[in-house]
């Protein structure tokens, strides 16, 4: 079942950019993260022990996230909410 216009668009992109996020960061910082997923909730957490190395890749990825989500919320802000700690 769709959503609203609009919503089932920004789900996806939503989606795609975060596990694409995930893997980017597997394979570019040779990091695993620990990840949780189930019906449409996505929860990844960064390890405190990476090297420094690791650390500015996988920052460097979750800013290019970042940036690109709030893009998406620039677009279609009745669908989503940013909120970035």
Do not use: R, W
Not at 63 to 83: H, M, S
């Amino acid at each position: 079942m769709s959503g609203a216009f609009g919503h089932d668009i920004v789900c996806s992109a939503v989606s795609a950019l975060a596990i694409a996020t995930i893997n980017n960061i597997e394979q570019m910082a040779g990091v695993a993260l620990p990840v949780e997923l189930s019906d449409g909730y996505l929860y990844a957490s960064v390890p405190d022990d990476l090297n420094a190395e690791e650390d500015t890749k996988t920052q460097f990825l979750l800013t290019a996230f970042a940036n690109a989500i709030k893009g998406i919320e620039a677009e279609y802000k009745d669908y989503l909410e940013v909120k970035i700690n």
